[in-house]
């Protein structure tokens, strides 16, 4: 284990089936929060909105960075998050995956207003995008189109009530 202003981190990495069987084999043994011991488990982008309600009660004070925040609150979350649900049923939340396609969306019509007509002019404006707001954060793309903004690397810790508090990264 690693020692941190959190207690003990049992950094623990594994896709969400596994994960919550992971999760809930170390509270069972009391070694983790969600069991009554006194280690932090925490984990990478692998598990999407809704592992807290899998996992139940082990899940509680897991630490892990995700790809999307749906109870964020910046406006462009909430109307995204909102459209969703009329789509989809008022109980679905939208996956880190949903998020993902929709602001490829929203950066390709920018590159398309800011004057990108087919493949290699799009692709020549994204080179130029920088602190474009989507739902994952904000992007900007370097001269070789790689995003370089952390704003899209959001942590989180699961809640007694297996809700999402966001974590700053300082």
């Known amino acids: 284990m690693i020692i941190s202003k959190l207690g003990d981190v049992l950094p623990t990495f594994a896709l969400e089936g596994q994960q919550v069987r992971l999760s809930q084999a170390l509270a069972q043994a009391k070694v983790v929060k969600g069991g009554g011991g ?3 488990q925490m984990g990478s982008i ?39 649900k009329a789509k989809y ?10 998020a993902h396609a929709y602001d490829a969306i929203l950066l390709i019509a920018e590159a398309v207003r800011r004057g990108g007509h087919d493949s ?7 080179s130029k995008m920088k602190g474009v707001e989507v739902t994952t954060g904000t992007i900007s793309f370097d001269a070789k189109g790689q995003t370089s903004d952390l704003s899209v690397v959001h942590f989180v810790e699961t809640q007694k009530d297996l809700s999402w508090k966001a974590l700053s990264w300082q």
């Open 38 to 40: 006194g280690a932090v």
């Open 46 to 84: 692998w598990l999407p909105y809704g592992y807290d309600q899998k996992a139940g009660e082990a899940a509680v004070g897991y630490v892990r960075i995700v790809q999307f925040d749906p109870t964020e609150k910046r406006k462009i979350v909430q109307d995204f998050v909102g459209a969703f």
């Open 89 to 98: 049923g008022a109980d679905k939340v939208p996956t880190h995956i949903n």
């Open 120 to 126: 290699e002019s799009i692709r020549d404006r994204f």
